[in-house]
C-alpha cells in the first residue's frame, strides 16, 4: 500500500535549507518511515535562486512570499530554515493555519517571542520541534543513556564550549546575506544564541535544568559597516560570552562560546563528571566519546576511546557496516526520521518548542546577567 504523503513547505535555501531538503530526501532511504516526504514548495525571496534550489533538490514549487506557502492547501508541514527573525511570525501563521511546524535554533530571538510560539502550537495543537540536531548524534545519544543508566552516579561538574574565529575580521560587514548573525535586530543577539543556545540544549538534555547563571559578554569590535544601509553602525551582538552556572542537579557548569579563537571553525565540546565516570565529546571527532570509568579494575583502569559506529549503537544499524562513521548531516537525518514517526503516532518528538523555550530562558538570562553583572535565575 501506497504511504500517506507529507507534503512540505520549507523557508530558507541557505545552510540549513540543504541540510533539511537531504534530511527529507535520505530519510526513507535508511529508516522505515510511515509516511513519504514529498518536497512540495521552497520559498526564498530571490526567484532565480529559489528556482535554482528547487530544481537541485527536486522541489515541486516556488514561493517568494511565506504567507503564500503557509496559506497552500497542498501542504502539511513548514520548515523554518530563514533567519531567527522570520521564527516567530512565520511559526505562529503556520500554527495557526494548522500546519506541522519544525523551526530552527535558536526559537525565538528572546523568551517572549518563543513563548508566543509554544502559545500559538499548543493552541492549535500542531505538531512541533526545534532542530536542536546535536541532540542526534550517535556517540551523544550513547552518553544520555549511559547517564539515564545511572553510571555516573552524582554528576559534579559540565563543561561545555563552543570556538569560532570567522569574525575576527575588523573589516567583515554587519547585516545582509550570509551576514545577518551579527546584526542584533535580525539575530536576536551573538554567540549566545547562535552557539551557546546549542551546548545549552544538549546540556539540559543530558544533566536537566538550570537554575542560575552568572555570565560575562564581551563585543570586540564595536562598529562595522551594515550591508544593507552602507552606513557604518554600532555592533549589538556579543561576539564572546562565558557563563557559569548550577543545575538543578546540583552540579557546577562553565560555557564559553566566541567567534575569536583563531584557529578553531566549530569547536563544540563537552565534558561530564560524575562520582563514578567522566566523559568527553568533541564535534571535530563525533562519533567518537571518551569514557572513564573509577570502577574498572585497577591496573588496567583508564580512559576509553569508544567508536560509536557498531550495530548496537544508536542509530548506526541505519548506516553502513560496524567501524564505518556517518557525520553532521546524519543528525538532521534523524531527527526528521524520529519526528516522522512520532507525528505519525500522535506522540511528540523532541526537542519541542517547549524544550526550545526553556533554551531561550537562559540565554535570557545569560545576556540579563552579563548586562547587571549579577547572578540571575532563570525563569520559566
Ligand atoms: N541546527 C544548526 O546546527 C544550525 C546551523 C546553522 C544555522 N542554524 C539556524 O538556521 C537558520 C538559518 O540559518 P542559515 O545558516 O541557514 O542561514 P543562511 O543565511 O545560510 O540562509 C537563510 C535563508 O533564509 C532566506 N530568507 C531570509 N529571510 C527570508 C524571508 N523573509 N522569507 C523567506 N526566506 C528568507 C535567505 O534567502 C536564505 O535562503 C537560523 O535560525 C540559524 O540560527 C542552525
New binding site residues.
Given amino acids: 500500500m501506497a504511504k500517506k504523503q507529507l507534503n512540505i513547505g520549507i ?9 533539511h531538503s537531504n534530511a527529507f530526501l535520505q530519510a526513507g532511504r535508511f529508516f522505515d518511515l510511515p509516511c513519504q516526504p514529498v518536497l512540495k514548495a521552497v ?4 526567484v532565480e ?2 528556482k535554482s ?1 528547487s530544481d537541485n533538490w527536486g522541489y515541486e514549487s516556488i514561493e ?3 504567507r503564500k506557502l503557509v496559506d497552500r492547501k497542498d501542504i502539511d508541514l513548514i520548515d ?8 516567530a511570525e ?1 511559526a505562529i501563521a503556520a500554527a495557526q493555519a494548522g500546519k506541522i511546524v519544525m ?4 526559537l525565538g530571538r528572546n523568551s517572549s517571542e518563543a513563548l508566543a510560539m509554544v502559545d500559538a502550537v499548543e493552541t492549535a495543537k500542531v505538531a512541533n520541534m526545534v ?4 541532540r542526534r548524534v550517535p556517540a551523544v545519544v550513547l552518553l544520555k543513556k549511559l547517564i539515564d543508566e545511572g553510571r555516573f552516579g552524582r554528576i559534579f561538574h559540565y563543561r561545555a564550549k563552543f570556538l569560532q574565529d570567522w569574525t575576527i575580521s575588523q573589516d567583515l560587514p554587519q547585516g545582509g ?2 551576514l ?2 551579527l546584526d542584533v535586530s535580525v ?1 536576536g543577539s551573538g554567540v549566545t ?2 552557539l551557546l ?2 551546548n545549552i540544549d544538549t546540556a539540559m538534555w543530558l544533566n536537566g535544568p538550570i537554575r542560575e547563571v552568572t555570565a560575562m559578554t564581551e563585543t570586540f569590535i564595536k562598529e562595522r559597516k551594515h550591508n544593507l544601509t552602507g552606513e557604518v553602525a554600532p555592533v549589538g551582538i556579543d561576539d564572546a560570552s562565558a557563563f557559569l552556572c548550577r543545575f538543578e542537579n546540583g552540579s557546577l557548569a562553565t560555557f564559553e562560546a566566541t567567534r575569536y579563537a583563531r584557529g578553531h571553525k566549530a569547536l563544540y565540546t563537552l565534558e561530564i563528571n560524575g562520582e563514578h565516570a567522566s566523559a568527553f565529546w568533541d564535534l571535530h571527532d563525533l562519533h567518537r566519546i571518551q569514557y572513564f570509568d573509577h570502577r574498572d579494575e585497577g591496573q588496567v583502569r583508564g580512559w576509553r576511546d569508544i567508536h560509536v559506529t557498531d550495530g548496537d549503537h544508536p542509530y548506526m544499524d541505519h548506516w553502513w557496516v560496524p567501524g564505518l562513521q556517518i557525520g553532521y548531516e546524519h ?2 537525518i534523524h531527527q526528521f526520521a524520529d519526528f516522522a514517526v512520532a507525528i505519525d503516532t500522535g506522540k511528540e518528538a523532541a526537542p519541542t518548542f517547549r524544550d526550545g523555550l526553556a533554551t531561550d530562558y537562559v540565554t535570557d538570562a545569560v545576556l540579563k546577567s552579563a548586562r547587571t553583572r549579577q547572578w540571575e535565575n532563570v525563569s520559566g
Avoid: L, Q
Fill in positions: 523557508v530558507g535555501y541557505g545552510f540549513m535549507g540543504r541540510t520559498c526564498a525571496r530571490n535562486r529559489a534550489f517568494t512570499d511565506w523554518i530554515a530563514s533567519p531567527n527573525d522570520t521564527h512565520i523551526c530552527e535554533k535558536p532542530w536542536y540536531n546535536y546575506e550570509g545577518w548573525r539575530a544564541g547562535d543556545a546549542h543528525t538532521f
